[in-house]
């Protein structure tokens, strides 16, 4: 909705189409983080390409707007990290205190909509 807002504010046409539904099957704990971070990791490079074009097309308000995307992602790619290697040492005889101190998290809304 940000980028959609931004759109807005400088009188872009904007024309929103379908998204796919993400696969949701997975084989283990372990492998949904790690399909996890390969989307973040998908949606990190979507998120560099736009930069590049807003440089390339000199719309340093749009360039200006995608750096908060751009921290972003580094955030989400390094929490998951941080999830694959808390799993991994946790293992599966600790999955059930892991899963209890994943549920017990506070979400924190991170929205450049704020």
Known sequence: MGLYNHLIERDAPVKL????????????????LAKSLAHEQHITKCIHELYAMA???????????????VEEQVEE?????????????AGEAGLYHFDKELAERVYERASILK
């Open 17 to 32: 189409l379908a998204i796919a539904a993400p696969d949701f099957s997975f084989v283990s704990p372990a492998d949904l």
């Open 77 to 89: 790619e390094a929490s998951l990290k941080l999830l694959i290697d808390r799993l991994a040492m």
């Open 55 to 69: 440089e390339a097309e000199k719309d340093y308000a749009l360039r200006a707007r995608l750096e908060w995307y």
